[in-house]
């Protein structure tokens, strides 16, 4: 059976706040979700989801949603969950931490286990290296509704641009905004940024560093370098990207193909080993 899933979450702890999923034969099932610490709820997410902090405090917390959510499942067959985007996993994972009931935990583990981003698979079929928004494949599809940041409409969504692009073979992108290769392939095909005395944070890729002022400066040349033409760029996108940067410097970490290092962390505790893995790559921006 399959499930179309879609999650909101804090800004910080990524915590699940809410939970739309709909199935193969449009069985639908909705639910806000109390987090484990309202204190970490902030404006941004209710300006970008529409729920409220008062909504949150009168919801179900985690225990209960997922209990019903496993009721609601059909456990005749073997399932599987899609999603749109690398996000969902760790909003799962974050939450399966403050949860203790038994049935609560086997629903979040199956979705953890069964979870499938389609998003490679779109870019795929759409001839592209970047992931197309989920918003510009329904116009592409005129599937009905749009992006909303609302769990159970993103996941209808979701639901219609997979069936409509199922069998869907395309000779070149449709999309021009996308078709230029915008991530490094090998040093020099890129704009340097201007020389920095004293940079605040470094990035390296094939054996050249990048120097920036401030983090502000690093996520302006990435949104500059990285994103695709035409994309909308806001100061929350440009808040978002240097809040990644700030991440992943500080334990070296890797971020939109670039190993990142703040200066002022190698001047107090000398230089990271030649041979210390890399942290995990952030999500990317779509």
Request: a negative charge; hydrophobic letters at 30%; charged letters at 30%.
């Amino acid at each position: 059976m399959k499930y179309y899933i879609d999650f909101e979450a804090t800004q910080f702890d990524q915590e699940i706040i809410s939970v739309g999923c709909i199935n193969e034969n449009g069985r639908e099932f909705y639910s806000l979700v109390r987090p484990h610490s309202m204190r970490r709820m902030t404006g941004f997410i209710t300006e970008l989801t529409g729920i409220t902090s008062a909504e949150l405090r009168r919801a179900d917390d985690a225990d209960d949603v997922f209990e019903r959510m496993y009721d609601y499942m059909d456990k005749s067959e073997d399932v599987r969950f899609y999603c749109y985007g690398n996000c969902d996993g760790r909003f799962v994972k974050m939450t399966m931490r403050h949860v203790t009931s038994f049935k609560a935990q086997c629903m979040l583990g199956l979705i953890y286990s069964s979870l499938i981003d389609v998003s490679p698979e779109m870019s795929e079929t759409f001839k592209t290296n970047q992931t197309v928004s989920l918003y510009k494949l329904s116009d592409y599809f005129g599937a009905r509704g749009a992006q909303n940041h609302n769990a159970l409409s993103d996941a209808k969504l979701l639901k219609q641009i997979c069936e409509k692009a199922e069998g869907l073979e395309l000779e070149e992108c449709p999309f021009p905004e996308y078709v230029i290769k915008k991530k490094p392939e090998k040093a020099g095909s890129l704009h340097e940024p201007e020389p920095v005395k004293e940079p605040h944070v470094t990035a390296s890729f094939g054996g050249n560093t990048y120097g920036f002022s401030s983090y502000g400066k690093a996520a302006d040349w990435i949104m500059s370098e990285m994103l695709p033409d035409k994309t909308e760029v806001t100061e929350q996108m440009k808040s978002n990207i240097s809040n990644r940067i700030v991440r992943a410097a500080a334990n070296g970490g890797s971020y939109h193909g670039f190993t990142w290092r703040s200066v002022k962390r190698q001047r107090k505790h000398g230089p990271e080993p030649e041979n210390a893995p890399d942290g995990e790559a952030d999500a990317e921006i779509s």
